[in-house]
């Protein structure tokens, strides 16, 4: 470690924030406060859970709590209802994210909005239920969403590719020997200058996803940024975005064949390209031989070099000839490439910490079945919206001056209007979107500390 890092409070912080929930069964459960008493009905619900909650030191069964700025509204706290702009307005009124109508939302629809979500983790599904029964009991509230969710084999999404693989690690001690979070290896120089506490694993400053911690800085990667002044009820809490995407098996298959029929290709090399990635997780920038190690540890503009234990080199691709600019991955992690949004420095800054999970049967036929998105940040229209929207849904970014169409898998258009993408073999089109949002909510993950304060 360069600089000195902050001191986390592994005992404060939410473990599905800081570590994520490993267990391969979830439960997702959202209430809407009614109208009448909606204090006394927060205090209760939150009462009711607060205990359960699991801390990031904490090895107990996942649970995780996360509000809506209703819930603090009601509670008297309005300046945390206004943390965040984004937070504040909701995501129904977001309608430049390009979803459907909240109308026509299955998850968080007018007169259904989620006030508060808990989302539960274990490795039995009926244990789970059972776990959940006690809460349902509860009055003043009703529950609007339900949601069951399980990792498939190989840690795959629907539409069969490795999913998690690039997650940036947290700058932070854990104690006052100055343990880090994250353990380090001895690693040399990497060509832009940040630091990595493994091949691939780049160490992002804390404060880019929880409150109240120093910040990424735009302009240097290992340099922190001051933390942002904020309530002293948002320290060591997050903003989580939690979406429903169902996904559409047999239309991204058949769409990808008659895309590859039309270039000559082979239609498993189509799907690849519209990910980034091979099914094992492999990038396309790397060749076949590529190890596990050796899966993030390269770089679009600049070559990576070799490191110990065995860990290849990476050469560069700027200009898509390996790894196409529209790849969703490309597109929502530009690496170490100059963006519309300025310097390879800043792209730090626009992270997030992913903690999605499937549902639904695995396999072609027709069911529903996709992800729970869920991420967590410190500004949601400067890291998920930016990536959702600004450079997954525009042809000339995040990269400028090159029009290379839109992101297929996550990207959206008007309905009716054609998609678009520029592959290794030539120009795509489709007028079929393959995920499709069902709704969801902004949503604040308070600290445990917090927690307390609000339900007494």
């Known amino acids: 470690m360069s600089l000195a890092e902050p001191l986390l409070d592994l005992d404060d912080i939410q473990a599905h924030v800081l570590r994520g929930f490993r267990q391969d069964h979830h439960l997702v459960l959202g209430w809407r406060l009614r109208d009448a008493a909606p204090d006394t009905a927060a ?10 909650v699991s801390s990031a030191r904490s090895r107990s069964p996942g649970c995780a709590v996360a509000l809506s700025p209703r819930v603090f509204r009601v509670l008297g706290h309005d300046d945390m209802a206004t943390l965040d702009e984004a937070y504040a307005v909701g995501m129904a009124r977001r309608t430049y994210l390009r979803d459907p109508p909240s109308t026509q939302w299955t998850v968080g629809a007018p007169g259904r909005e989620i006030d508060i979500l808990v989302i539960l ?17 509860l009055t003043g509230a009703d529950l609007v969403h339900e949601q ?19 997650q940036p690690m947290l700058r932070g001690v854990v104690d006052e020997l100055g343990t880090p979070l994250v353990p380090r290896r001895p690693m040399p120089p990497m060509p832009d200058h940040r630091e990595y506490a493994a091949p691939g694993d780049v160490l992002v400053w804390p404060g880019q996803f929880l409150f109240g911690l120093p910040r990424q800085s735009e302009t240097s990667p290992t340099r922190p940024a001051p933390p942002r002044r904020v309530p002293a009820l948002a320290r060591n809490g ?68 070799p490191v110990p234990d065995g860990v290849r080199g990476a050469d560069p691709d700027p200009d898509g000839l390996r790894c196409p600019l529209a790849a969703h991955i490309r597109k929502v992690n530009p690496r170490d490439q100059e963006t519309d949004k ?18 639904g049967p695995p396999g072609p036929a027709t069911a529903e ?15 998920f919206e930016l990536l959702a929207q600004r450079w997954a849904n525009n042809p000339e970014r995040p990269r400028q001056g090159l029009d290379n169409g839109i992101d297929l898998l996550i990207g ?25 949002p069902r709704g969801g909510a902004y949503l604040f993950t308070p600290s445990l500390s917090a927690l307390r304060t609000l339900s007494r």
Request: glycine share 8%.
């Open 148 to 166: 069951e969710a399980h990792r498939l084999p190989g840690h795959v999404e629907h539409f069969g590719f490795r999913d998690g693989i690039s």
């Open 238 to 305: 997050s903003l989580l975005v939690y979406r429903k995407l169902d996904q559409d098996v047999p239309a991204f298959l058949a769409d990808t064949a008659r895309m590859a029929a039309q270039l000559g290709a082979d239609p498993a090399d189509i799907r690849a390209q519209l990910v980034g990635r091979h099914p094992d997780g492999r990038p396309l920038v790397r060749p076949p031989s590529a190890t596990h190690a050796e899966h993030n540890h390269f770089g679009y503009d600049t070559a990576f070099p």
């Open 412 to 436: 959206r258009t008007r309905p009716g209007t054609e998609r678009r993408a520029r592959l290794l073999q030539g120009e795509v089109t489709t007028l079929i979107d393959y995920i499709h």
């Open 43 to 52: 205090r209760q619900l939150l009462a009711a859970v607060e205990g359960r």
């Open 121 to 137: 983790a274990g490795e039995d599904a009926t244990r789970l239920a059972e776990a959940a029964a006690p809460l349902r009991s």
């Open 369 to 383: 079945r996709g992800l729970l998105f869920m991420c967590y940040q410190t500004d949601i229209t400067q890291q």
């Open 342 to 359: 300025g310097p390879p420095s800043a792209n730090l800054t626009f992270a997030i910490l992913r903690r999605g999970i499937t549902y």
